[in-house]
């Protein structure tokens, strides 16, 4: 088989972790300090794959490629196919036709994380040589998803989000195509909600005799379209943290798996990991718990917080009470004014100043 080729699917609006993408593509948003999509392009290049298109869409696809660059720090060379609307992963597909030029090519959505990477699956699709491969996981809730129906190790059919599930393995944003997918995806209509679905193209495979393999995924796999979401993907990563203190703690208690990133500067402190704090960030008689990302050149001073994501520049100045299970866009100022305590849960966009009683 031929080189294989990469396409990271980097557009959609990112609705469910707005206002954060209002102002930032939802593939940037970081998960451990580091943006969603890196991980998936990183993941493909672990299983040698270099030559990797990215689909962005107009309105965010400047700020994609002015952080993933040309691909050379992931040790790949990035082309970028712009999808002029977000009309479904099959349309996404097509757009990239002219630069997958008739090679086999792994599809990933950009804003999935998987633990164990896609070597194990590029090498299975490398030696079987299938039509397709999709990647599959037990899910507790397969309505809510879209659902494989197995023969054996064959794919007999995929439903979207059906009422009686055929099975409980869910459908990962992750997929091996043969050029013969892009027929198939030209032979089928837009769904009701307008969009060229990448469910019925991989039907229509299927339906014409083409072979669909199915591999099941044993490690954890996220999708980081939600706050609860993005904040479990950030504690599944933390908790393989290898610990690493190359900032000034000084006088800080730090205990556990924490990363403090050359630069970071702690004063009277207690850190419990696994947490992450990155350069430039400035903390002062403050306590940063377990499961907790701290963004560059973020000030933290006379607060609480745990579980989790502060982004870059933003400042959190004497919180009356421990902030939980918050993502804090860049750029935020949170302070305290007079008044009463109160229990505090957050998802801000960029460039907000809150103010607290």
Known sequence: MAELKGLVLSGGAGTRLRPITHTSAKQLVPVANKPVLFYGLEALVEAGITDIGVIIAPETGGEIREA??????????????????????????????????????????????????????VEEFKSSGPEA???????????AYGVAELDGDRVVKLVEK?????????????????????????????????ELEITDAIDALIESGKRVEPHIVTGWWKDTGMLEDMLEANRLVLEELQERIDGD?????????????????????????????????????????????????VVVEGSEIEHSIVLAGSRIIDLPARMERSLLGKDVTLTRSDGMPKTMQFLVGDNAEISIP
Request: glycine share 12%; with cysteine; net charge negative.
């Open 68 to 121: 993933a660059g040309d691909g050379s720090r992931f040790g790949a060379k990035l082309t970028y196919i712009e999808q002029e609307a977000p009309l479904g992963l099959a349309h996404a597909l097509l757009t990239a036709e002219d630069f997958i030029a008739g090679s086999s090519f792994v599809m990933y959505l950009g804003d999935n994380l998987l633990r164990d990477g896609i070597v194990e699956l």
């Open 133 to 143: 491969s999709i990647l599959l996981t037990q899910v507790d809730d397969p309505s």
């Open 162 to 194: 059906p009422e009686n599930p055929p099975s409980d393995l869910a459908l990962v944003g992750v997929y091996m195509f043969s050029p013969e997918i892009f027929g198939a995806a030209r032979s089928i209509e837009p769904s009701a909600r307008g």
């Open 249 to 297: 703690v000084g006088d800080s208690e730090v205990e556990g798996r924490v990363v403090i990133e050359e630069g970071a500067t702690l004063k009277g402190c207690r850190v419990r990991g696994p947490a992450v704090i990155a350069a430039g960030a400035k903390l002062e008689n403050s306590y940063i718990g377990p499961y907790t990302a701290i963004g560059e050149d």
